[in-house]
């Protein structure tokens, strides 16, 4: 078996090549598009880049948190995404998420099969005045950290060959359902009304259950306590994260608009409230400001306002940071008196701030702030049927997504087990996996 999966990846990119000289994807011409704007162009240019940089960032943020003979290998999983996810969203990726719908649940692999027709498309609907391969571009960096989120769950214990193998399933299996459904005009999520601005369940969710799910399965590390090995990274990888997730939230307005600042501006001050409230509700159980806190804090605060960016006033981005904060301080702090080994607190900061965002979107939403866009006013404003809806994608996002990861686990097990051996768990992942050290 370990032989056959030693060449397997050897097949999978011979095959990769034959198929890129078979379908190298050349336009005949590509059009003049009058509703080409440069301006949209030029911002959308600056916000894809802006995302990309997010991946390194999460890279710094989760290696500065592990024990020191695990920082590379810590690291090296958020960059693999970047390799692995490109190559797969340029075969059939970005067709399974955006291509012609299938049931309102995935799109068809073969509609922009090696990009076929991007380059020379029509702009993408919902993204009028940008080049169509440009969306494409963005859209691959929300698929490449998606799964990178995961990897804080089950840091210090995973066979790296296994892991590579569960985010492939994963983003076939979940992300790119979950991309179509929620963001694709017939998707049945974006047809029931459900908003999300930038990814509260496409992103956020699905990286959070899958790693309750992970920590779940692979259950708790030999050597659970241990110290950060550098706390200067995590501050590092905020800022990264912070100054990438501009991009992430006013990237998602497809256009250098009043709608973009809008986005830009609820961005900075819900998480700038979350660290805010995380550090007085330290001190009010009588634990020191830290560092550490106050960067995971405004980590929850950005994937908070996520869903919520383009939707909600500046006034009530505030509240949605706070809540979020509270809510994920006091899940870590349960979490930490549990045998529930999330190493790095995936899934109270990424999967409930995600979960508290989309639910505050149905609270705080309204069309004043994005009126072609917003299915609806928040609770708040007497309506009560945007809140359902985003309650009911929360509840069916939530199902698909743990039992979909916890099946792709038991998958991934089977053909390539997960853990690393308790030898190599004590060695470090850094040199039993990769043969490298700090």
Not at 1 to 18: C, D, E, R
Not at 206 to 233: C, D, F, M, Q
Not at 264 to 279: D, F, K, P
Not at 284 to 299: E, F, H, L, N
Request: aromatic share 12%; with cysteine; charged share 10%.
């Amino acid at each position: 078996m370990a032989k056959t999966l030693s060449k397997f990846p050897f097949i999978i990119l011979f095959l990769i090549v034959i198929l890129a000289f078979c379908f190298p994807s050349i336009p005949k011409a590509i059009p003049i598009q009058t509703s080409i704007n440069t301006a949209d162009t030029a911002w959308m240019l600056t916000a894809t880049a802006l995302v990309l940089i997010m991946t390194p960032g999460l890279a710094f943020f989760y290696g500065g948190m592990v024990n020191k003979k695990n920082v590379i290998s810590t690291m090296l999983q958020s960059f693999i995404c970047m390799v692995l996810i490109t190559v797969m969203w340029v075969v059939f990726g970005f067709s399974l998420a955006f291509g012609e719908s299938i049931g309102g649940f995935i799109g068809n692999p073969s509609t922009y099969f090696m990009m076929n027709g991007v380059i020379d498309g029509q702009p993408w609907k919902l993204a009028p005045t940008i080049p169509f391969l440009l969306f494409a571009m963005y859209q691959l960096k929300f698929a490449i950290i998606t799964p990178a989120l995961i990897t804080g769950a089950f840091a210090e214990r995973i066979r790296f060959i296994s892991y590579t193998l569960f985010i492939c399933l994963f983003f076939i299996f979940i992300y790119a359902p979950l991309a179509h459904a929620t963001w694709h005009p017939d998707g049945v999520l974006f047809k029931l009304g459900v908003l999300d601005f930038a990814g509260g369940t496409v992103v956020h969710m699905s990286a959070g259950w899958a790693a309750l799910a992970s920590a779940l399965y692979l259950k708790k590390r030999n050597e659970v306590s241990h110290t950060p090995a550098r706390i200067t990274y995590v501050l590092l990888g905020t800022g990264l994260l912070w100054f990438g997730w501009y991009g992430f939230n006013a990237g998602s307005a497809f256009g250098a608009s009043t709608l973009a600042v809008t986005a830009m501006a609820t961005t900075m001050t819900a998480s700038s409230a979350a660290a805010l409230s995380w550090i007085f509700y330290d001190a009010w159980k009588g634990r020191k400001p830290s560092a550490m806190g106050t960067c995971i804090a405004a980590v929850v605060g950005l994937v908070a306002i996520t869903p919520a960016a383009g939707f909600v006033s500046i006034p009530h981005s505030l509240i949605i940071g706070v809540v979020a904060a509270l809510v994920s301080n006091i899940l870590v702090d349960w979490r930490s008196r549990t045998g529930l080994d999330d190493t790095l607190d995936v899934f109270p900061c990424h999967g409930v701030g995600g979960m508290v965002g989309m639910l505050l979107t149905g609270v705080f939403a309204h069309t004043a702030v994005n009126g072609a866009n917003t299915t609806g006013n928040g609770l708040l404003f007497g309506e009560t049927h945007l809140f359902l809806v985003q309650s009911l994608a929360l509840v069916g996002v939530s199902i698909f997504a743990f039992i979909g990861s916890m099946a792709l686990l038991k998958l991934t097990d089977i053909i390539s087990p997960l853990r690393v051996s308790a030898a190599d768990e004590q060695e470090g992942l850094d040199l039993s996996q990769h043969g490298e050290k700090l």
